[in-house]
């Protein structure tokens, strides 16, 4: 029987958390994030810069998200399904970059978001959700999730019987007024429908088998436009 090693050994969120720099880190679903405050947007860009050649050297390669004013890493083991030391490591090694450099952290922004479709048939609602938000299977639990990692991921909880009053729930997708008839051919392809384009292009009202609604959203056809 292998044992496994000590990179590849999951750890309880418990340890990591308490084996990171709490001024960053935060375990959330699954995976160790920090948002990095950054005065300017090149401080920023150095941030990442520096990160990506620790990766390099480490051979564990984080999620990054560059924006005005802030950097997200986030970080997981995907070959080991969670957390390890190695994840441990290159978040203290990114502590001592963001020091460096003057990035305070900000554990209060750090959050992972999912939306939960309640389902007498997951299989049966589940495409029209890929269809709609352009998503993909979701490695390992049935779930789905963004083509760049962005936004919400998607899970579907089984339902017993039938719970009208608890399975309603509504997601704007908006996207480029090219690409939103597409998105609306692909989610009635996908087993949807259409509930209402009375006010399209500005949005089309579509449903998966089930009854929950989404929008498809283009900055066409409003007072803004």
Excluded at 1 to 8: D, L, Q, V, W, Y
Excluded at 55 to 60: N, P, T
Excluded at 107 to 124: I, K, M, N, T, W
Excluded at 149 to 169: A, C, H, I, K
Aim: glycine content about 10%; hydrophobic content about 45%; aromatic content about 4%.
């Amino acid at each position: 029987m292998t044992t496994p090693g000590p990179t590849t050994e999951t750890l309880p969120h418990g340890r990591v958390a308490a084996a990171v720099d709490r001024r960053h880190w935060r375990v959330v679903l699954g995976t160790l994030r920090a948002v990095l405050v950054a005065p300017d947007f090149a401080t920023g860009a150095e941030l990442v810069q520096q990160v990506a050649e620790a990766a390099e050297a480490a051979g564990h390669h984080p999620d990054v998200l560059l924006r005005w004013g802030s950097v997200t890493i986030t970080l997981v083991s995907h070959d080991a399904g969670g957390l390890t030391a190695r994840d441990v490591a290159l978040a203290r090694t990114v502590s001592a970059l963001a020091d460096r450099l003057g990035m305070t952290g900000a554990p209060e922004r750090v959050q992972a978001v999912e939306l939960a479709v309640d389902a007498l048939d997951r299989p049966g609602v589940r495409p029209f959700w890929a269809a709609v938000l352009g998503y993909a299977d979701h490695p390992g639990d049935g779930g789905l999730v963004g083509p760049t990692g962005e936004g919400p991921t998607v899970w579907f909880q089984q339902m017993d019987s039938p719970r009208p009053q608890r399975n309603r729930l509504h997601v704007d997708v908006s996207v480029g007024e090219d690409e939103a008839p597409r998105r609306v051919a692909a989610a009635l392809a996908a087993g949807g429908r259409l509930v209402s384009d009375a006010e399209a292009p500005a949005f089309w009202v579509l449903a998966d088998a089930e009854g929950n609604e989404a929008c498809v959203c283009t900055w066409q056809g409003r007072p803004t436009a």
